[in-house]
Structures are given as C-alpha cells and as structure tokens.
C-alpha cells in the first residue's frame, strides 16, 4: 500500500482476516492471491498490547519473517485517532510466545509476518 511517497508491504493475509495500515489515505499496489494449500498451515500471527510491551503469538511450525507491525490507536467510542509503525526489529514473528518491550499506550497491534525469507 502506498500513500505519497511511503509505501508499507502488508505480507500475508488469509480470508477474513482484519490488519492495520498507518497509512494516510492509502493506495492499494499489485496484490498477489495465493491458493490456500500454498500456505502449508499458516496462521496469522497476533500480537497484544501488556505491561511493558507486546506479547505476540504464533502457531506455525517456522518462523516468519518480519516486515513491522500496524499500531492503532482508538478513543473509548472506537474511532481511530492515530497510529504508528512498529520496525520489523521490534516485531516477533517466530514460532510461540514472546514478548518484546515497546512502548505504546492502549492499542490494537497488526504483526506483518511474511512467509518468504529476507
């Protein structure tokens, strides 16, 4: 997705999946559908905001690789008030349960986990 000159590479998403974009407007760019055998078992990986940082969580036989996360913010209504993007340094892709220390306030937090290596 790209807005102006920024553009974020959301890796894998399965059918119904939900995912945060901190993009201003964005622009969807070539989207690639994979038959879902091609996935070998995968399942996204999901992260939650907890005391000092995020727990992320994932039941694949491999580790990902990862491209960032999405963090959005939403007052007590649910709007949206903002975001930010998480470097793919501060994000757990591999298989399990880790958690990594990040500052952020009350948030939702979408992991960009990608099956092809670096």
């Not at 920024?6 to 399965?14: F, G, K």
């Not at 995968?42 to 990862?66: E, H, K």
């Not at 939403?74 to 349960?97: K, M, W, Y």
Request: proline residues 10%; contains cysteine; glycine residues 12%.
């Amino acid at each position: 997705m790209t807005s102006g000159t920024r553009t974020v590479e959301v890796p894998v998403l399965t059918p119904g999946q939900r995912i945060g974009v901190v993009l201003d407007r964005p622009a969807l760019g070539p989207v690639i559908w994979l038959a879902p055998e091609a996935l070998g078992g995968f399942t996204p990986v999901t992260a939650t905001v907890v005391p000092g940082g995020i727990r992320y969580r994932s039941g694949n036989c491999r580790a990902l690789t990862s491209r960032g996360a999405a963090v959005l913010f939403r007052d007590t209504s649910g709007r949206i008030t903002g975001g930010e993007q998480l470097p793919p340094a501060s994000v757990s892709c591999a298989t399990g349960e880790r958690e990594l220390p990040v500052a952020v306030r009350s948030a939702e937090v979408y992991p960009y986990c990608d099956l092809r290596p670096e």
